[in-house]
C-alpha cells in the first residue's frame, strides 16, 4: 500500500494525459491544426457522393410508410446527426478515420417492403417502421458487443477482403464513365483535369478537379437553383417524434431484413475499407456504438447506420492527406458537413441535390481510382488465393441480389467456397 500511495502522484498525471488525449474536445482542436485542402475536400466529397446518390432512395422510404413532410425533414435530422456525431466523435478519440453512413440497401428493401404491403392492403404504420428500426439496431448492438461480428470477419483471408473491396467500388467508378454519355463535355473535362493534376499536383487533383467541375457546369448548363431551396431555409430542422409499435409481421418483414443487408452489404464492405486501408480500429465497439446510436435515433427517423465503404475508402487513401495519422481529419471533416445537413436539412438537401448527377458520378470514380487500382493488386498478388480473389471481385461487381441479399454477401461466400475447393486441390497435388 505504500508502495502504490509513495508512486500515485507520479502515476496520476500520466493517467490525466492519457484522458486529456482521448478527449473529443481537445482532438477537435488538434483537428483545426491537422486538416488542410485535401482532406476537407475528400470529406466533402464524401458527403456529395454518400448523399446524393441514394437520398432519394431515404425519402422513397420514408414515403412508403406514409411520412409527412415534417417526417422526412426529421428522417434527415435524425441520419444527418447520427452519421455526423458518430464519425466525428469516434475519429476524433481514435484520431483514425471512421466513416459512418446510413444504410442504402437497407432504405431499398424498406421502401419495396412498405410499398408491397400497402398494395395488399396491409399497410405498415411508421409506428410499425420505429420498432423495426430499433429491434433492427439491437440486434446490430448485440452483434458488436458480443464480438460475433469482428470474430466472422477475422475468417475472411485479407486477399479477399481487398477483391470485396475492389467490386464495389468499381461499380461508382464505372458508373463515372458511363456518366459521359449523358455529359460527355463535362466528363472528358474532368477527366482531362484529373490527369493534369495526377501529373502536377497529386494531393490536389481530385479538388481542382471538382472546382474545374463545377466552372464547367456554371458556364455551360447553370446548377437547378430551384433544387437548391434557398427560399425554404426556415432555421433549425424540428424532429418528430414516433412511437415504436412491435409486432412479429413487424421484425419478420422489417426488422430482419434490415439487419441482415444492414451487416452483409454495408458492414461487411465498411470492415473490408478498413483492412485494405491498413488501419486497426476496434471494430466491435464501432459495431455496438452504430447500433445503439439506431435504436436511440429510431423514433426520429434514424432507420439504420452503420460502417461506411465507398465514403471510407475517400478518406483513408493517401489523396486525403499525405500524413496517414491525420486521414482521421478528412473523416471529421465528412462528419461536421453531416451535422450541417441534419441541423439545416432542407436548405443543405436542396443545395447537394442541385449539383449535376453526371458531375456526382464523375468524381466519385476519379476519386476512387487510386484505392480500386491497389485493391486489386494486392487482392491478385498471391497465385494460391488469385483466382478466388478475382471470383469474389466478379460476383461483387455484378451487383446480383439473391433472397433479398445484395451482391457483397454474395461475393465471399463465392469466395470463400472457391478458396475452399482451390486449396483441397493444392493439397492433393
Given at each position: 500500500?505504500?508502495?502504490l500511495t509513495r508512486h500515485e502522484p507520479t502515476l496520476l498525471p500520466y493517467a490525466r494525459q492519457a484522458v486529456l488525449d482521448a478527449s473529443p474536445t481537445r482532438n477537435l482542436m488538434n483537428y483545426f491544426k491537422d486538416v488542410n485542402l485535401p482532406a476537407f475536400s475528400a470529406g466533402f466529397v464524401a458527403v456529395l457522393v454518400g448523399f446524393t446518390s441514394s437520398v432519394a432512395i431515404v425519402f422513397q422510404a420514408a414515403l412508403s410508410f406514409g411520412a409527412s413532410s415534417a417526417q422526412v425533414s426529421s428522417w434527415m435530422w435524425a441520419l444527418g446527426l447520427g452519421m455526423g456525431l458518430c464519425t466525428v466523435?469516434?475519429?476524433?478519440i481514435l484520431r483514425k478515420p471512421v466513416m459512418v453512413a446510413w444504410s442504402t440497401p437497407g432504405a431499398a428493401v424498406l421502401?419495396?417492403?412498405?410499398?408491397?404491403?400497402?398494395a395488399s392492403g396491409a399497410p405498415y404504420s411508421m409506428g410499425h417502421a420505429v420498432g423495426a428500426f430499433m429491434?433492427?439496431?439491437a440486434l446490430v448492438a448485440l452483434f458488436g458487443a458480443t464480438g460475433w461480428f469482428e470474430k466472422l470477419m477475422d475468417r475472411i483471408p485479407m486477399a479477399?477482403?481487398?477483391?470485396?473491396l475492389a467490386g464495389v467500388l468499381a461499380k461508382f467508378a464505372l458508373n463515372g464513365f458511363f456518366a459521359a454519355g449523358a455529359d460527355t463535355g463535362l466528363v472528358v473535362t474532368m477527366l482531362l483535369a484529373y490527369l493534369v493534376g495526377k501529373r502536377f499536383w497529386v494531393r490536389y487533383a481530385v479538388p481542382a478537379t471538382l472546382v474545374i467541375a463545377v466552372f464547367y457546369v456554371?458556364?455551360?448548363?447553370?446548377?437547378d437553383v430551384a433544387k437548391a431551396g434557398f427560399g425554404d431555409i426556415s432555421g433549425f430542422t424540428i424532429p418528430v417524434w414516433v412511437s415504436p409499435q412491435f409486432s412479429m409481421a413487424?421484425?419478420?418483414?422489417?426488422?430482419?431484413?434490415?439487419?441482415?443487408?444492414t451487416m452483409a452489404s454495408q458492414n461487411l464492405p465498411g470492415v473490408a475499407a478498413i483492412r485494405a486501408s491498413g488501419y486497426e480500429l476496434p471494430l466491435s465497439k464501432i459495431i455496438t456504438t452504430t447500433g445503439v446510436a439506431t435504436v436511440v435515433l429510431a423514433p426520429f427517423g434514424g432507420f439504420a447506420l452503420n460502417l461506411s465503404a465507398i465514403t471510407a475508402a475517400m478518406v483513408m487513401n493517401p489523396e486525403a492527406h499525405e500524413d496517414r495519422n491525420k486521414r482521421y481529419t478528412a473523416a471529421v471533416s465528412c462528419g461536421l458537413i453531416y451535422i450541417g445537413i441534419g441541423l439545416f436539412g432542407a436548405a443543405v438537401t436542396g443545395v447537394l441535390q442541385a449539383f449535376?448527377?453526371?458531375l456526382i458520378a464523375a468524381i466519385a470514380g476519379m476519386a476512387l481510382l487510386g484505392t480500386i487500382g491497389n485493391a486489386l493488386a494486392a487482392a491478385l498478388k498471391e497465385e494460391p488465393t488469385r483466382e478466388a480473389a478475382l471470383i469474389t471481385f466478379l460476383v461483387t461487381l455484378s451487383g446480383v441480389v439473391i433472397a433479398g441479399i445484395g451482391s457483397a454477401f454474395w461475393a465471399v461466400v463465392a469466395g470463400l467456397v472457391a478458396l475452399w475447393v482451390l486449396t483441397a486441390r493444392h493439397q492433393q497435388k
Open positions: 500500500m505504500n508502495c466523435v469516434m475519429s476524433l421502401a419495396t417492403t412498405a410499398a408491397a404491403a400497402a429491434i433492427s439496431g479477399l477482403a481487398q477483391a470485396l456554371a458556364a455551360t448548363q447553370g446548377f413487424g421484425v419478420v418483414s422489417l426488422a430482419l431484413p434490415l439487419f441482415i443487408v449535376p448527377k453526371a
